[in-house]
């Protein structure tokens, strides 16, 4: 069973992982916790035992606590609109493959066609 500090740790690690998003291929973990600590307003110090859950070094008031659960949802509405962004996009994207491949479908068919028309006199003549 967590107790009431472990779950606290766990919850400012959530949020500090958050707000590192999105990740890069080029990020390694001292740029995504600078990346938390700044979008949190956070020192990096602040940030890294988030970050790794020290609960030892996780001392959070009501204040600071409020203020960062604001954050996440500030940033969960921020991912969100990324998100969507990104599927509508992607939405887009497949819409014109589909197109093309349903004209490169139509076009070889059409090649196919013409070329039974153009066997078709020399079949008959022999």
Request: contains cysteine.
């Amino acid at each position: 069973m967590l107790t009431k500090r472990d779950r606290l740790a766990a919850e400012m690690q959530g949020i500090v992982r958050l707000a590192a998003e999105p990740l890069r291929p080029c990020d390694n973990t001292k740029s995504l916790i600078g990346r938390a600590a700044d979008a949190l307003g956070i020192s990096y110090r602040r940030a890294r035992s988030f970050w790794y859950g020290s609960t030892e070094q996780v001392l959070v008031r009501d204040e600071e606590a409020a203020r960062l659960r604001d954050e996440r949802d500030r940033l969960l509405r921020l991912k969100e609109q990324r998100l969507e962004r990104e599927l509508h996009e992607l939405r887009t994207l497949l819409h014109y493959a589909e197109q093309r491949h349903a004209a490169a479908k139509a076009g070889q068919r059409q090649i196919v066609a013409e070329g039974a028309e153009a066997a078709a006199p020399a079949v008959g003549a022999a």
